[in-house]
């Protein structure tokens, strides 16, 4: 029984975190293309390309260039934006897939 609701527990922390997981993932994603495509890298050689920056040790070329200051004002940027979001939702009652598109459509500053 213990271990059943262990493997629950479990599956339910996987379920929960993933998307957390996948931003970060899909920011790192947009990252590599942008650099392929500004290398104009094409088959194999992007195929290498984009293996090699997706690894966790790999640092964009973007990030490389900001100053220590900047990549820390980059994630409050993006939290402050998330707070006001979340406080516009709120006002205005949003729920369900209404609040889904307002936040998406927000946090892309539309």
Same mark, same amino acid.
């Given at each position: =029984?213990?271990?059943l609701i262990a @493997? *629950?527990?479990? /599956?339910?922390? @996987?379920? @929960? $975190?993933?998307? @957390?997981?996948? /931003?970060?993932?899909? &920011? %790192?994603?947009? +990252?590599? #293309?942008?650099?392929a495509k500004a290398?104009?890298?094409? +088959?194999? &050689?992007? %195929?290498?390309?984009? $293996?090699?920056?997706?690894? %966790? ?7 490389? +260039? *900001?100053?220590?200051?900047? %990549?820390?004002?980059?994630? *409050?940027?993006?939290?402050?934006? =998330?707070? $006001?979001? #979340?406080?516009? *939702?709120k006002t205005q009652?949003?729920? /369900? ?11 892309? +500053?539309?």
């Amino acid at each position: =029984m213990k271990k059943l609701i262990a @493997v *629950a527990c479990l /599956g339910l922390f @996987v379920t @929960v $975190s993933a998307p @957390v997981f996948a /931003g970060a993932q899909q &920011e %790192k994603m947009k +990252g590599c #293309n942008a650099e392929a495509k500004a290398d104009a890298l094409k +088959g194999d &050689e992007r %195929k290498a390309f984009m $293996s090699k920056c997706l690894k %966790k040790d790999y640092t964009l070329k973007a990030a490389e +260039g *900001a100053k220590p200051e900047e %990549k820390a004002a980059l994630p *409050a940027a993006r939290q402050n934006k =998330m707070k $006001s979001c #979340n406080a516009d *939702a709120k006002t205005q009652a949003l729920k /369900g897939d209404e609040r889904k598109a307002f936040m998406k459509n927000c946090l892309k +500053g539309e």
